[in-house]
T-cell receptor, first 116, second 114 residues
Framework: GAGVSQTPSNKVTEKGKYVELRCDPI?????LYWYRQSLGQGPEFLIY????????DSGLPNDRFFAVRPEGSVSTLKIQRTERGDSAVYLC??????????????FGPGTRLLVL | TQLLEQSPQFLSIQEGENLTVYCNSS?????LQWYRQEPGEGPVLLVT?????EVKKLKRLTFQFGDARKDSSLHITAAQPGDTGLYLC??????????????FGSGTQLTVLP
């Protein structure tokens, strides 16, 4: 399909390990967002890309979290020295019009991260 | 403290009943959106409201944005089992021209029993 795709769909890792989560946005969408959703909660904003640059990374919880979008399309969220509290669903969304009042963000299915 | 408070958190009703979900904040939003999320999937946008007092209807769903753009409601008429899911409200705090991060409420888990 032509929607946002995320890989892997599930990731189990051990505390202290490094993980990478990938997001393929809808073709042509310039804006890309990462959110984190804990069980029983709504998504929490992590970072927003406009093109290749991180326009707003104020939601990243600490310096163990980092995200890149080198060519303005695919994005990778990187988590170093994972902790059990990092366990959550990581959602990616993309949008064609980041500055429009009626902007629609299209979400991917998420990556379920479990840190043991 | 949640910036957007949703109520109720859980709602279980019988098919054919009506229900209302509320989304409240002390902050003013430039726009507010309602999403529906099913298990194992990302949220899917239902509606966006941008004008205070705005009312939008989507089949059996009616969405209202408060006059002061601080609150919103979702009303479902004659609920059906297919309406079951997690309903999320999300607001854009920043004015046009700024980053468009969405602030989500904690969600209302709706179960419609046949």
């Amino acid at each position: 399909g032509a929607g946002v795709s995320q890989t892997p769909s599930n990731k189990v890792t051990e505390k202290g390990k490094y993980v990478e989560l990938r997001c393929d946005p809808i073709s042509g969408h310039t804006a890309l967002y990462w959110y984190r959703q804990s069980l029983g909660q709504g998504p929490e904003f992590l970072i927003y890309f406009q093109g290749t640059g991180a326009a707003d990374d104020s939601g990243l919880p600490n310096d163990r979290f980092f995200a890149v979008r080198p060519e303005g399309s695919v994005s990778t969220l990187k988590i170093q020295r994972t902790e059990r509290g990092d366990s959550a669903v990581y959602l990616c969304a993309s949008s064609p019009q980041p500055l429009a009042a009626k902007e629609t963000q299209y979400f991917g299915p998420g990556t379920r991260l479990l840190v043991l | 403290t949640q910036l957007l408070e949703q109520s109720p958190q859980f709602l279980s009703i019988q098919e054919g009943e009506n229900l209302t979900v509320y989304c409240n904040s002390s902050s003013v939003f430039s726009s507010l959106q309602w999403y529906r999320q099913e298990p194992g999937e990302g949220p899917v946008l239902l509606v966006t409201v941008v004008t205070g007092g705005e009312v939008k209807k989507l089949k059996r769903l009616t969405f209202q944005f408060g006059d002061a753009r601080k609150d919103s409601s979702l009303h479902i008429t004659a609920a059906q089992p297919g309406d079951t899911g997690l309903y999320l409200c999300a607001g854009a705090l920043h004015p046009a021209g700024s980053a468009r991060q969405l602030t989500f409420g904690s969600g209302t888990q709706l179960t419609v029993l046949p």
